[in-house]
């Protein structure tokens, strides 16, 4: 009994900042909120060892990433564009004029890279622990992370050229 109420209070401090990890992973609100589901149905399962860990909310958000990894690569539908109904999670740093073209951007890379750079730049996750969490090499995620962010620059450059001309 006290696990179950352990892990309601793990559920508690830490949705927020694992729906808005999800949100930036999957670009749609009800995907990240299902996503969160998943990640914490499969934690509660091995919640007796996981809350033993160090970190549990890196043993969450590992699920997520194989999670959300998973589904698209089950789903592989075209990618749907941001509706102004999509109301992003949220957000510590406040509003921010180019939010919509910053998921659309994240959402046209490839899952694994996505996942590199919102946890090393979103989730503010280091470059080992971002390694751990996607279960590959710190050589890995500098590469990925760089490959990603010349891709955003690709994209989200010119718009920004066109604001400040």
């Given at each position: 009994?006290?696990?179950?109420q352990?892990?309601?209070?793990?559920v508690?401090?830490?949705?927020?900042?694992?729906?808005?990890t999800a949100y930036?992973?999957?670009?749609d609100?009800?995907?990240?909120?299902d996503?969160v589901?998943?990640?914490?149905?499969?934690?509660?399962r091995k919640w007796?060892?996981?809350?033993?860990?160090?970190?549990?909310?890196?043993?969450?958000?590992?699920a997520?990433?194989?999670?959300?990894?998973?589904?698209?690569?089950?789903?592989?539908?075209?990618?749907?564009?941001?509706?102004?109904g999509?109301?992003?999670?949220?957000?510590?740093?406040?509003?921010?004029?180019?939010?919509?073209e910053?998921?659309?951007a994240?959402?046209?890379?490839?899952?694994?890279?996505r996942?590199?750079?919102?946890?090393?730049?979103?989730?503010?996750?280091?470059e080992?622990?971002?390694?751990?969490?996607?279960?590959?090499?710190?050589?890995?995620?500098k590469?990925?992370?760089?490959?990603?962010?010349?891709?955003?620059?690709?994209?989200?450059?010119?718009a920004?050229?066109?604001?400040?001309a």
């Amino acid at each position: 009994m006290a696990d179950e109420q352990q892990f309601r209070e793990f559920v508690e401090r830490q949705w927020a900042v694992l729906l808005r990890t999800a949100y930036l992973l999957t670009g749609d609100r009800g995907h990240a909120e299902d996503l969160v589901q998943a990640a914490l149905e499969k934690t509660h399962r091995k919640w007796g060892r996981v809350s033993r860990m160090d970190s549990p909310v890196a043993y969450v958000r590992k699920a997520m990433v194989n999670t959300a990894v998973s589904w698209r690569r089950r789903r592989r539908v075209s990618e749907v564009p941001l509706l102004a109904g999509d109301a992003p999670v949220g957000d510590p740093y406040g509003p921010l004029d180019q939010r919509r073209e910053v998921i659309a951007a994240l959402r046209s890379l490839p899952p694994r890279m996505r996942a590199v750079l919102v946890l090393r730049y979103f989730a503010d996750l280091s470059e080992a622990e971002t390694a751990a969490a996607l279960g590959c090499s710190v050589g890995s995620v500098k590469s990925q992370a760089s490959r990603g962010l010349d891709r955003l620059r690709a994209v989200l450059g010119p718009a920004k050229e066109r604001e400040n001309a």
